[in-house]
């Protein structure tokens, strides 16, 4: 918290004016106090620098990660270059990221270094690093399952960014619920959750409930909060993953996409429980 702007400036305005000038020192001081922090928070990481650093540090753990079994499997490097597409990564971005994979898998890579170091690159934004760790998830269930040596590996990831266990586990879990939302969702191309449909077979209610429990889990509210909570909910990680603001605070442009179909994924979950619910 920054002040200074304010103790000149109440104390100025108290020697050249009156208890009114004072006031208005203040005022003016914490409006200096207020532009100094803007351009301080936003220099490091808003620069292209920083930016390029934490896209190379998110294909470098990826590859870090995949290599802990050992051995980088065919699935673990299709994750990677089927994200490197879900930006739109051509030419030399593209190479840097396949460096950056190719980097990670080192077995003499500095992990915790280069953790500490995003951190700080960050200023510890927490809405980045947890888009940096659901980055990390991609990766961890290519094959569809998570091996104890990954855990293992996201969980020290996961430390060394701050968060805890319980933490992590939400995360894994809003991860996978996503994840089986939206191919539930692409493959039926549409919602039916009419208990009274006569036609729908018992798996497809099955699958019509399943999909409704991961749009909770994916807003991160239980079934049975009401229907302002949900709302409150689904503004809450809108206001996290929404790409403008992950971009204004310095989310690398080749990522936007990713950030956009996060967001649109809450927007499908969270229309899916009004629907179902018949709120407005």
Same mark, same amino acid.
């Given at each position: &918290? ?5 103790? @000149? ?22 409006? @200096? ?67 950056? @994979? ?28 947890? &888009? ?34 319980? *933490? ?24 039916? $959750? ?21 749009? $909770? ?52 979950? $969270? *229309? ?9």
């Amino acid at each position: &918290m920054r002040i200074w702007g304010k103790i @000149f400036g109440f104390l100025f305005g108290l020697m050249f004016g009156s208890w009114l000038g004072a006031i208005l020192g203040l005022w003016l001081g914490h409006k @200096f106090d207020q532009a100094i922090g803007q351009n301080f928070n936003s220099g490091l990481f808003n620069n292209t620098n920083g930016q390029a650093q934490f896209f190379f540090t998110s294909f470098a753990v990826m590859g870090h990660i995949a290599k802990a079994k050992g051995v980088v499997t065919s699935q673990e490097i299709q994750i990677a270059s089927m994200l490197m597409d879900q930006m739109g990564l051509r030419g030399a971005a593209r190479e840097q990221a396949q460096e950056a @994979f190719r980097d990670g898998k080192r077995a003499d890579y500095p992990l915790d270094d280069e953790l500490r170091n995003l951190v700080k690159l960050v200023r510890g934004r927490r809405d980045m690093l947890q &888009m940096f760790l659901e980055l990390q998830m991609s990766g961890v269930f290519a094959d569809g399952k998570i091996e104890p040596i990954e855990r293992d590996m996201l969980d020290r990831v996961a430390q060394l960014l701050g968060f805890s266990q319980a *933490e992590l586990d939400r995360v894994i879990g809003r991860w996978e619920a996503e994840s089986r939302f939206q191919r539930q969702r692409q493959h039926s191309g549409h919602w039916s $959750y009419e208990s009274g449909n006569q036609q729908s077979s018992s798996q497809q209610a099955h699958s019509s409930k399943q999909s409704l429990d991961d749009a $909770y889990q994916l807003l991160d509210i239980a079934a049975s909060a009401s229907d302002q909570e949900v709302k409150k909910a689904y503004r809450r990680q809108m206001n996290q993953h929404h790409p403008d603001k992950l971009v204004s605070k310095g989310l690398p442009t080749e990522m936007l996409e990713l950030a956009k179909q996060k967001a649109q994924e809450i927007q499908h979950a $969270y *229309e899916m429980i009004k629907q179902v619910r018949g709120m407005r």
